[in-house]
């Protein structure tokens, strides 16, 4: 089993820049395939990013694609994601999540299919 811990909301203007950080712990931690997902108030939860195991295949939303940027750490068990340009809609708790199985993953990277989630850090952006 896999433990995940979200970091680094806050409150930020539009246009500027929060990084979220995600600290794995558990026996294998570091070979799972991480994402990132968000739900704003009254909305479903939605896949942002993504990155694979070894770091070398990353996925992105069409809606952060370019701006956000995921990246990941495995001596440090940690995965990261920096926002960049922040829009008031991007506006949302914002969860890191693995699959059920370590390694490589081919799924898709749904909500329905994370197997493993952390608590959440809240991102509020102002207009």
């Known amino acids: 089993q896999v433990q995940l811990d979200e970091s680094g909301g806050g409150l930020v203007q539009a246009g500027g820049s929060l990084r979220l950080s995600c600290a794995a712990s558990g026996r294998t931690s570091s070979t799972y395939a991480m994402g990132w997902f968000r739900q704003a108030p009254g909305k479903e939860r939605e896949f942002v990013s993504a990155?694979?195991?070894?770091?070398?295949?990353?996925y992105y939303a069409d809606s952060v694609r370019g701006r956000f940027i995921i990246s990941r750490d495995n001596a440090k068990n940690t995965v990261y994601l920096q926002m960049n340009n922040l829009r008031p809609e991007d506006t949302a708790d914002y969860y890191c999540?693995?699959?059920?199985?370590?390694?490589?993953?081919?799924?898709?990277?749904?909500?329905?299919?994370?197997?493993?989630w952390g608590k959440g850090t809240l991102v509020t952006v102002s207009s």
């Open positions: 999540a693995v699959p059920y199985a370590t390694g490589p993953y081919a799924g898709r990277w749904s909500s329905h299919a994370m197997g493993y």
């Open positions: 990155i694979s195991w070894r770091g070398g295949s990353t």
